[in-house]
Each structure stands twice: as C-alpha cells, then as structure tokens.
C-alpha cells in the first residue's frame, strides 16, 4: 500500500528479486552472498505485518562480502574493491548468548533451533506469565525439564494487537540521544 508497485504485479516483482538475491555472488570470489531471502508473511503475522520489510534478507555473515554482482551471460563481474583498513560489514545475526538456569531449566542444554524472538515467550512462560498469542517466537520448551513443563503448561493470553510506538523525547532528551549517537558513530 502506497508504493510504487502495482498490487497486481507485488508477488511476482518480489519472487523476481528473491530469485535474483540467491543468484548474487560476491565479486572476490563469486561465492552466493546470500544466506536466505523470505517473505515477511512467513517470519512475522499479526495485525502489524505491513510495517515489516517485504523481503527478509540474511546475507552469509561467515565472510567479508568485498561487493555483490549478479552474474550474467556474456559479462565479466565488476572490479574488485580496494580493501578498506576501517572495513566493518554491520552485519547482524540472529543467534547469540542466551543462558538459563534454575529450578525446571534442563541442565546442559543447548538452545541450537532458538533465535532471538523466542526470548521474550520463554522468559514470559518462566515467569508464570502467560504468553500474548500475537507475540512472535515461541516458547523454547524443550528448554525445560519435563516433570517441571508438565507441572507448568504453556498458557496463552489474548493480544493486544497494537504495536509499541514507544514514548517521545523532549528536545534536551532527544539531543542527548543524537549526540551520544554520533559518539558511537550511528548518525553524522
């Protein structure tokens, strides 16, 4: 809504680019770049779905991308970049440190099938809180023993189906914000 694509042509422009993203290579060694390209429908829901990107793209984060091409008959890929000293690709990556431990918690366990957006449910199900069913993630169960997941089923609580828009700053909060920001390096 509102873009400049027409809704009739939305799926296949956005099939075309998915299918163009796992074609990429990287101009250094013509390596795929891409770890995975998804449809936003099929890693969020609820009534906010709109606000998310169209296409999810998770670039490989193993190596330094030097620069994308996408590969075409008849044409050489473009020159390799200079390496710059200051090289930082800012990638990000969905799987981290999470560490639990208490009574129910199974000990050693490995969260391998966890991402970052099953923290929330699994700390609220913990809690005794139950778990809002528009929340995305879900609850790591298989995190917890079973005699204590048996005594402590996973409950459910009706969303609020609205988004958090957080608070406004006041201007002298704001400044502070965008200058400890430009500090980090984030804005110029």
């Not at 809504?1 to 009739?8: D, F, Q």
């Amino acid at each position: 809504p509102g873009g400049i694509v027409p809704p009739e042509e939305y799926e296949a422009l956005r099939d075309e680019i998915i299918e163009k993203l796992h074609a990429s290579r990287d101009v250094l060694d013509h390596e795929p770049v891409l770890e995975e390209a998804i449809k936003r429908e099929d890693v969020y829901h609820g009534p906010n779905l709109h606000k998310s990107p169209d296409i999810i793209i998770r670039w490989k984060t193993t190596r330094v991308i030097r620069g994308i091409y996408l590969p075409q008959p008849g044409k050489e890929p473009p020159p390799v970049p200079p390496l710059s000293p200051n090289l930082n690709n800012g990638g990000h990556r969905l799987h981290g440190i999470f560490v639990m431990a208490g009574d129910g918690v199974r000990e050693g366990h490995r969260f391998d099938e966890g991402i970052l957006w099953d923290l929330a449910p699994t700390i609220l199900h913990y809690l005794g809180v139950p778990v809002p069913d528009d929340m995305d993630g879900r609850v790591l169960a298989e995190s917890f023993d079973a005699d204590w997941l048996a005594e402590h089923p996973v409950t459910f609580s009706a969303g609020t189906g609205e988004s958090g828009q957080g608070a406004d700053y006041d201007s002298e909060a704001q400044a502070l914000i965008d200058e400890r920001l430009r500090g980090l390096g984030y804005v110029g």
